[in-house]
């Protein structure tokens, strides 16, 4: 088990350039999740994945973010023109499925300037 | 739908005394229920959890906590802190077969004093 792994550690960039975030989940794990969690605040579910099926993406913040996980193994997340907004920590969880425990990467850190 | 409501942003005991941090969730149907820890800027790392069976669950580093249906709650308790255990602390509920994700309380920041 090697654990979650996110990358980058972290992202600095311009407001309005894109970006993208890779994480490798734990291998035999099925579902994979994004949350992003702001200052202060616990994470907030943005998206998941059975496979590399996408099951529920209603909860990403706009149009301006996009999640894939082509081959059902890692999962990249973009998010298109960034705005100030933005800038948080994006992580990443693997499960098995179902109600079992989630596992979380370090996760992304994103600044805006 | 879900939510996780965590009283005291901030909470501060001595070492070696017991640490409470306290939880109680709202839930349509029968909850799991999840205890993290977060180290600054680390992700998060599961303590303990209850799904089904026994109401008192034990988790790592001494950590328990104890699901209450009666009162929707689900605290953490430890007999004894120790330094090592200042960090944050979030709850978090979660049904449905996971669709919906976790729902996850904002958090208490545990201080421990010397």
């Known amino acids: 088990d090697t654990g979650v792994s996110q990358n980058p550690r972290h992202k600095i960039t311009k407001r309005g350039q894109n970006v993208t975030f890779r994480c490798d989940p734990i291998?035999?794990?099925?579902?994979l999740y994004w949350y992003r969690q702001t200052l202060g605040q616990g994470p907030e579910f943005l998206t998941y994945?059975?496979?590399?099926?996408?099951?529920?993406k209603s909860r990403l913040l706009s149009d301006r973010f996009s999640a894939e996980r082509p081959k059902g193994s890692f999962s990249t997340l973009e998010i298109q023109r960034t705005e100030q907004g933005d800038s948080a920590m994006y992580l990443c969880?693997?499960?098995?499925?179902?109600?079992?425990?989630?596992?979380f990467g370090d996760g992304t850190r994103l600044s805006i300037l | 739908a879900q939510s996780v409501t965590q009283l005291g942003s901030h909470v501060s005991v001595s070492e070696g005394a017991l640490v409470l941090l306290r939880c109680n969730y709202s839930?349509?149907?029968?909850?799991?229920l999840f205890w993290y820890v977060q180290y600054p800027n680390q992700g998060l790392q599961l303590l303990l959890k209850?799904?089904?069976?026994?109401?008192l669950v034990k988790g790592i580093n001494g950590f328990e906590a104890e699901f209450k249906k009666s009162e929707t709650s689900f605290h953490l308790t430890k007999p004894s802190a120790h330094m090592s255990d200042a960090a944050e602390y979030f709850c978090?509920?979660?049904?449905?077969?996971?669709?919906?994700?976790?729902?996850f309380g904002k958090g208490t920041h545990l201080i421990i004093q010397p």
């Open positions: 969880a693997s499960t098995p499925g179902g109600n079992q425990p989630q596992h």
């Open positions: 291998s035999e794990h099925n579902r």
């Open positions: 994945f059975q496979n590399e099926a996408q099951l529920e």
């Open positions: 839930s349509s149907v029968p909850p799991y």
């Open positions: 209850y799904t089904t069976g026994a109401t």
């Open positions: 978090a509920v979660m049904s449905g077969g996971g669709a919906d994700g976790l729902t």
